[in-house]
């Protein structure tokens, strides 16, 4: 069964960095592309980031292009997203995503985790 | 930058069809896809690739696609069914990767 569970959420300042996790398993993590996606509370979903299987390729939405890293080790069957300059509107459950299903598709999500960007 | 656009609501009685369309300039070029979010919950994958249905979604949900339009149907809608609906795709360039704003789907 494949399992997605990201960690590391929570409240922050403006300005500040705070690093997400994805932990997955029940599948061969270094064959799929990996995908943050978020959802403001009450909004709509929003893609935030793409990594390749091998990490060698990266998009970033405009929204967070040089704020924020998204990264992988396929070792630890793992995915990263480094959220540096957090501004109030980062404000949102951030989903970890399979690629899988066709280009640019979600197969399947985590239950998210909640970032609270507030002073 | 590129968008995708769907009504905000859509109404339907129990057993009747419901149809959540979703309109963009590169839905021709690139697949569509469909989530189904209800509340407090992660988004669930319905329609695949236009109109592929991943294993486990029931066949009352269908996809269909005609020029710059794709639509989700739901035919013989449950009370189960209400819940928020997602069209999403990829930009011309296929890089990029693009969501609705989402239909909320109530059973009357």
């Known amino acids: 069964e494949v399992q997605l569970v990201e960690s590391g959420g929570g409240l922050v300042q403006p300005g500040g960095s705070l690093r997400l996790s994805c932990a997955a398993s029940?599948?061969?993590?270094?064959?799929?592309?990996m995908n943050w996606v978020r959802q403001a509370p009450g909004k709509g979903l929003e893609w935030v980031s793409y990594?390749?299987?091998?990490?060698?390729?990266?998009y970033y939405a405009d929204s967070v292009k040089g704020r924020f890293t998204i990264s992988r080790d396929n070792a630890k069957n793992s995915l990263y997203l480094q959220m540096n300059s957090l501004r109030a509107e980062d404000t949102a459950v951030y989903y970890c995503?399979?690629?899988?299903?066709?280009?640019?598709?979600?197969?399947?999500w985590g239950q998210g985790t909640l970032v609270t960007v507030s002073s | 930058s590129y968008e995708l656009t769907q009504p905000p609501s859509v109404s339907v009685s129990p057993g009747q069809t419901a149809r959540i369309t979703c309109s963009g300039d590169?839905?021709?070029?690139?697949?569509a896809y469909w989530y189904q979010q209800k509340p407090g919950q992660a988004p669930v994958l319905v329609i695949y690739?236009?109109?592929e249905r991943p294993s486990g979604i029931p066949e009352r949900f269908s996809g269909s696609s005609s020029g710059t339009t794709v639509t989700l149907t739901i035919s013989g809608v449950q009370a189960e069914d209400e819940a928020d609906y997602y069209c999403?795709?990829?930009?011309?360039?296929?890089?990029?990767?693009?969501f609705g704003g989402g239909t909320q789907l109530t059973v009357l």
């Open positions: 995503a399979r690629g899988g299903g066709g280009p640019r598709c979600f197969d399947y």
């Open positions: 029940g599948f061969t993590f270094s064959s799929y592309e």
């Open positions: 990594i390749s299987s091998s990490g060698s390729t990266i």
């Open positions: 590169a839905l021709p070029k690139q697949y």
């Open positions: 690739k236009d109109s």
């Open positions: 999403q795709s990829a930009d011309s360039s296929g890089t990029y990767a693009v």
